[in-house]
């Protein structure tokens, strides 16, 4: 669901930036008060993670089309709201920055719709209230496959809004949406599925992560070591090797396009912002579209998806280490292990 440029005018995708800028400063300002030495490494490699679980596009029966996971809410659950917002906002602008994986115009839409909607409405609203603090494995799957579900259905109605507000005519808002709701539906069951098998995989070893982040506390002393290990070698298998066996049919969003409108992708202006964006994103997307810019000599390409899922995890990692980092620097003395509410 990451929309390109050519899907926003200036105008809406200036004020989804604006949007984004608000929650991330609002995010910044909350988080370092339950940042420690063990979250923030957990939030590197969790970001990493996502970014890996993010090139595996799985198929849609009898649709033609592919989903991937979000990975938002996931992030939510395991972080808390606050820092699970920042880690897939670094998660989307290293896509976008190096793998031109959604447009820069656009790069505030996409963190809305798949960052603020699952961190800040479905993650307390819908999970919470159906998992509770110490979730039983019926309520963790139920609450997981709810909460994926409204989070979908909620970014896949921001991308019609955002395109019916841009004036963009080849997609009628009606004729779109009846696409985009019922294919994002399918997207977000798959998404509850393996949300559910990640939490009850941490639930397993270390609940006190769960508990943590629900509460909005630090981790202290909690041994992390063996659940970053396992979500480390996780993120290195999932971008280097399972990547080459994603789907390759269009996503979600690219399937709905191509059935409302007749194209596979809409073009975007050659002139203004969009053009002055776009030759930007072409400089500093080294590996666009998880490969090499000549694929030629490669014939698989594989070795191009190897490479991305590696690099660009790294990337993700140093992102998200960095932040965490920098504002615990940033804390006042005491706050960023001091727990809260407890």
Avoid at 192 to 205: D, M, P, Y
Avoid at 259 to 265: A, D, L, P, Q, T
């Amino acid at each position: 669901m990451h929309m390109a440029d050519a899907l926003l005018s200036p105008v809406v995708g200036g004020a989804m930036w604006a949007a984004t800028a608000a929650v991330t400063v609002y995010s910044s300002t909350r988080v370092k008060q339950s940042l420690d030495e063990h979250k923030i490494p957990l939030m590197g490699v969790l970001a990493a993670f996502v970014f890996a679980a993010q090139m595996i596009n799985f198929t849609i029966p009898a649709t033609g089309s592919s989903g991937h996971l979000g990975g938002g809410l996931l992030l939510a659950i395991l972080l808390g709201p606050q820092a699970a917002f920042l880690a897939i906002a670094s998660v989307l602008t290293v896509q976008a920055l190096f793998f031109a994986d959604g447009g820069l115009l656009a790069l505030g839409c996409n963190i809305v719709n798949l960052g603020f909607f699952p961190c800040f409405i479905v993650y307390p609203l819908i999970y919470k209230k159906i998992a509770g603090n110490r979730p039983t494995p019926g309520r963790l799957l139920t609450g997981s496959l709810a909460a994926a579900v409204v989070g979908l259905q909620l970014g896949s109605l921001g991308v019609v809004l955002a395109t019916t507000l841009s004036g963009v005519s080849e997609l009628p808002f009606a004729s779109f949406a009846l696409l985009m709701q019922p294919i994002h539906l399918a997207i977000g069951i798959v998404e509850g599925l393996v949300t559910a098998g990640v939490i009850s995989f941490i639930r397993q070893a270390r609940p006190e992560i769960l508990e943590k982040a629900a509460a909005d506390q630090p981790l202290g002393m909690v041994p992390i070591k063996p659940v970053l290990a396992g979500l480390a070698l996780a993120a290195v298998l999932t971008g280097s090797l399972l990547s080459w066996y994603a789907s390759s049919h269009p996503d979600g969003l690219e399937w709905a396009i191509f059935k409302v409108s007749g194209y596979e992708e809409l073009d975007a202006p050659e002139v203004g912002m969009h053009h002055s964006l776009e030759s930007i994103q072409e400089k500093t997307a080294f590996l666009p579209d998880y490969g090499f810019r000549e694929t030629a000599e490669h014939e698989s390409g594989r070795l191009g998806t190897s490479m991305a899922g590696l690099i660009g995890g790294l990337l993700v990692l140093l992102f998200g280490i960095g932040i965490g980092l920098l504002l615990k620097n940033l804390a006042l003395p005491g706050t960023a292990t001091r727990p809260r509410n407890a």
